[in-house]
């Protein structure tokens, strides 16, 4: 009998020393909820990665030592407890929609034109910066040590070329044909340059009609003077800073005017410029 106690005390004492291995780090799958089909669906929006184990007993335990007396009473252990911490790092995002990418202007005798051309709309949960033209200006780069601090270190970004670039609109061939369907007029009268000017303001709400401007958009407008010059603009950024109301979807709006300067001296034909628009958080 003493055999059996001293038999069952040992695996109890090698029980209790063990603990499993749990760990299985790694990724776990995440399902996004459509609302619409009122469903669980894969996404590729969010993702959730896992590392490290703990394991943990309760028991109650003594001091007895073997061949010594008088009993005592058995105590137990302090509860199970496990600390997990718990991170989640929300992303910028950006949502980003313009109204034209492609603007024709038809123009029949020299003079002084300006129409709103295009809305860029925003929602985000960041501060966004609207960066126009070329130049170069820092955006945010990688996550740098993700699973302890979380942040984001910055990188320098460059946009350059002419098909980037705020610019007068250049003249680049005659639309008169001869019989043969050749350019009648490919030279002009250099240098057969368009001088053309930008401005903009921002509205919060709903998106103003894009075709027609009201009487109340066109006392937002800076005089003919304050008009920003086409070739200035580059490298020039508009913030928007981080806000309830730019969270809303549709709710902020910028609102941008171009005017085009035609004057007598400038030969027919087909003038064209090209620019980009570039939209990141704002570091």
């Known amino acids: 009998m003493r055999k059996l106690m001293v038999v069952l005390t ?63 009473e058995p105590y137990p252990q302090p509860p199970v407890q496990f600390d997990i911490k718990n991170d989640l790092h929300l992303f910028p995002w950006i949502e980003a929609d313009i109204t034209e990418i492609h603007l024709t202007w038809d123009i029949f005798k ?13 929602q985000a949960n960041c501060p966004v910066q609207v960066h126009l033209g070329t130049g170069k200006w820092l955006i945010p780069g990688e996550l740098v040590d993700g699973k302890k601090n979380g942040h984001i270190d910055l ?46 303001y921002e509205v919060w709400g709903d998106k103003p ?10 006392a937002k407008l800076p005089p003919k003077d304050e008009w920003e010059r086409a070739p200035k603009l580059n490298c020039r950024s508009i913030i928007v800073d981080d806000s309830d ?9 910028l609102v941008f005017y171009e005017d085009v300067e035609i004057e007598p001296c400038d030969s027919e034909g087909k003038y064209q410029d090209l620019f980009a628009i570039t939209i990141t958080p704002d570091p």
């Open 209 to 218: 009609d894009l075709h027609l401007i009201s009487d109340e958009e066109l």
């Open 155 to 200: 990188v320098e970004f460059t946009k350059e070329g002419n098909d980037n670039e705020f610019q007068d609109k250049l003249r680049y061939m005659g639309l008169l044909r001869d019989t043969e369907g050749l350019d009648k007029n490919p030279k002009g009268t250099p240098p057969d340059e368009i001088e053309v000017r930008w401005t903009w």
């Open 10 to 72: 040992m695996v109890a004492f090698l029980i209790g020393l063990t603990v499993p291995v749990l760990a299985d780090k790694g990724y776990h799958q995440v399902k996004e909820y459509d609302w619409q089909a009122g469903e669980w669906i894969k996404t590729d929006k969010a993702s959730l990665y896992s590392q490290g184990s703990d394991s943990g007993q309760y028991r109650f335990e003594n001091e007895a030592t073997a061949c010594d007396g008088p009993y005592i």
């Open 245 to 253: 109301e730019l969270h809303k979807p549709e709710n902020y709006h």
């Open 110 to 122: 020299p003079g002084d034109y300006m129409a709103k051309v295009f809305i860029v709309q925003l």
